[in-house]
C-alpha cells in the first residue's frame, strides 16, 4: 500500500500544490508555510479540507494580537515566526483550540522546550502533540471545532465586506468632493 499523498491550495495564490508526501506537507508545517485558510487534500483531490482540520498539522493555537484580533487556529512554528519577526512577544495570549485554555505564551511548555526562534520539525512538534483521546471523541471534537470555526470565518468575511462597502463608498465621496483618486 502506498503513502497517501497530499495536495495543498494556498489561500493568498489560489495555487496549487503537489502532490506532496506527509513529511513534505509536515515539513512546511513546521517552516511556517501553511496558513488557517489553506485547502488540503489526501484523496486525489475529490474533496477538500482547510489545513487546521488535518490533526497531523497540529493547528491548534489561536494568538490574542496585541489590538485583540485573533490570528489562527494556527501551529506552533507560525507562533515561533511571529515571536522572531517581533510581531508579538511572550505576554501575548494564546487559546489552546483543544480545550478553550488561556495562557500567556512564556507560559507554555513548547515556549519554554524550544527556542523562539528556531522553527523546524524538530522544535515545533515538542510539547504540542494532541491529547491521546479515543477516535469517536477525536471525532467529535474535530466536528465541533469545524462549526466554530466556520461561523467565526462567516463573521470575518462578513465585516470584510461591510468594511469594502464602507471603503468604496468614502472613496467615490472623496473623488467626487476632490476630483482625484485618493493617494
Known amino acids: 500500500m502506498t503513502a497517501p499523498t497530499w495536495h495543498l491550495i494556498k489561500s493568498s495564490t489560489n ?4 502532490p506532496l508526501s ?3 506537507l509536515l515539513q512546511l508545517a513546521a517552516e511556517a508555510k501553511i496558513s488557517p485558510m489553506d485547502k488540503l487534500s489526501n ?4 474533496t477538500w479540507r482547510r489545513a487546521p482540520m ?4 497540529q493547528m491548534d493555537w489561536l494568538i490574542q494580537m496585541p489590538d485583540q484580533y485573533l490570528y489562527g487556529p494556527t501551529n506552533v512554528a507560525t507562533i515561533q515566526e511571529f515571536l522572531a519577526t517581533g510581531q508579538i512577544d511572550e505576554n501575548v495570549v494564546i487559546i489552546d483550540c483543544t480545550d478553550a485554555g488561556e495562557s500567556r505564551l512564556g507560559d507554555l511548555p513548547f ?7 528556531v522553527r523546524s520539525a524538530h522544535t515545533t512538534l515538542v510539547g504540542a502533540q494532541w491529547p491521546d483521546l479515543e477516535r469517536g471523541e477525536a471525532e467529535a471534537h474535530v466536528q465541533q471545532r469545524v462549526r ?6 462567516m463573521e470575518a468575511q462578513h465585516a470584510l465586506d ?12 472623496f473623488i467626487e468632493a476632490t476630483g482625484r483618486e485618493p493617494v
Open 43 to 46: 484523496d486525489g483531490r475529490q
Open 54 to 57: 488535518v490533526r497531523e498539522l
Open 148 to 153: 466554530i470555526l466556520e461561523r467565526q470565518l
Open 22 to 24: 506527509h513529511d513534505a
Open 111 to 117: 515556549f519554554k522546550a524550544s527556542p523562539h526562534h
Open 162 to 173: 461591510e468594511a469594502h462597502r464602507a471603503h468604496n463608498i468614502l472613496r467615490q465621496q
Open 15 to 18: 495555487e496549487e500544490y503537489g
